[in-house]
């Protein structure tokens, strides 16, 4: 069983910073791919981000390549996403996921686990 808490999110106007993190525990970090997904009202959730093992593998979705960056410290057991240059359709609550395999993958399905989620709201 894995346990993921989220935390970092709040109010940003546009074009403002956050960066995300995502607190793991109750398994072998170094052996969890990751990823972030997010939920707009009124929407589904979608894929945002992933990350392999190592770290040295990234995958983003086209809307947030150049503004976000997803890291992660094994010996932390805790992922990031920092986001930059935010926007209001960047708002929705923003989940993180882990799957027990070695690559992220864009599919919500293919997650064994998931976070609470935190609130990112972007408005001026």
């Known amino acids: 069983q894995v346990q993921l808490v989220e935390s970092g999110g709040g109010l940003v106007q546009p074009g403002g910073s956050l960066r995300l993190s995502c607190a793991a525990s109750?398994?072998?970090?170094?052996?969890?791919?990751m990823a972030w997904f997010r939920q707009a009202p009124g929407k589904e959730r979608e894929f945002v981000a992933a990350?392999?093992?190592?770290?040295?593998?990234?995958l983003y979705e086209d809307s947030v390549k150049g503004r976000f960056t997803i890291s992660r410290d094994n010996a932390k057991n805790t992922m990031y996403l920092q986001m930059n240059s935010l926007k209001p359709e960047d708002t929705a609550v923003y989940y993180c996921?882990?799957?027990?395999?070695?690559?992220?993958?864009?599919?919500?399905?293919?997650?064994?686990?998931w976070g609470q989620g935190t609130q990112v709201t972007v408005s001026s």
């Open positions: 109750g398994r072998t970090f170094s052996r969890l791919a």
């Open positions: 996921a882990a799957r027990i395999d070695y690559s992220g993958i864009p599919v919500e399905s293919g997650y064994d686990y």
């Open positions: 990350i392999n093992w190592s770290g040295g593998r990234t």
